[in-house]
T-cell receptor, first 116, second 116 residues
Framework: SQKIEQNSEALNIQEGKTATLTCNYT??????LQWYRQDPGRGPVFLLL?????KEKRKERLKVTFDTTLKQSLFHITASQPADSATYLC???????????????FGQGTTLQVKP | NAGVMQNPRHLVRRRGQEARLRCSPM?????VYWYRQLPEEGLKFMVY????????ESGMPKERFSAEFPKEGPSILRIQQVVRGDSAAYFC??????????????FGEGSRLTVL
């Protein structure tokens, strides 16, 4: 079955630096991969979706890459700010290459702490 | 423009009691998903519903758990005879009909169940 691995150790960086988070998956390559942000006691908030035919996607200070050969996605936050401190979740659709079902497999998330 | 609404936000039950969690999807969304987040674990898919129809309940425990999404009113996740292991955050997400679905799920803030 499909599994997602995210670095369970917290990532601590200094304000202004670039944070890079990793998401690795096993088995089949999905049609797309998503990243969500979750703050303590809150629900996940969608950030970015990247499709299998896209190598890179950007949104403001966020950048996501998708390497189907390595079965890996990297999530970058440039010019990080203390307000970026949160847990970031990687997710794949269980339908795999078949497309959209909304049944997502989530990684355990990586907690980012940006220090001023 | 209200988002996904869940209530109650916090619920305390004693072992053996019933828990009912409610979810109203975003306006214009016809599909609802329930996910569970156990302490120190990632989000796990439970069930996927549209009005008056369960589409996929492959993630639901076989006993004590049920879900519905009636023609009128919110979706309800019902847990009968709760046990301590049911203590978790339960998140509801919604999406538009499949023809309009782009992959993004919209999550509520969750209902946190504590079983004493």
């Amino acid at each position: 079955s499909q599994k997602i691995e995210q670095n369970s150790e917290a990532l601590n960086i200094q304000e202004g630096k670039t944070a890079t988070l990793t998401c690795n998956y096993t088995n089949y390559s999905p049609a797309y991969l998503q990243w969500y942000r979750q703050d303590p006691g809150r629900g996940p908030v969608f950030l970015l979706l990247i499709r299998e035919n896209e190598k890179e996607k950007r949104k403001e200070r966020l950048k996501v890459t998708f390497d189907t050969t390595l079965k890996q996605s990297l999530f970058h936050i440039t010019a990080s700010q203390p307000a970026d401190s949160a847990t970031y979740l990687c997710a794949l659709d269980m339908a795999g290459s078949a497309g959209n079902t909304g049944k997502l497999i989530f990684g355990q998330g990586t907690t980012l702490q940006v220090k001023p | 423009n209200a988002g996904v609404m869940q209530n109650p936000r916090h619920l305390v039950r004693r072992r053996g009691q019933e828990a009912r969690l409610r979810c109203s999807p975003m306006k214009g969304h016809s599909h609802v998903y329930w996910y569970r987040q156990l302490p120190e674990e990632g989000l796990k898919f439970m069930v996927y519903l549209q009005k008056e129809n369960i589409i996929d309940e492959s993630g639901m425990p076989k006993e004590r758990f049920s879900a519905e999404f009636p023609k009128e009113g919110p979706s309800i996740l019902r847990i009968q005879q709760v046990v301590r292991g049911d203590s978790a955050a339960y998140f509801c997400a919604s999406s538009p009909p499949p023809a309009e679905y782009t992959g993004e799920l919209f999550f509520g803030e969750g209902s946190r169940l504590t079983v004493l």
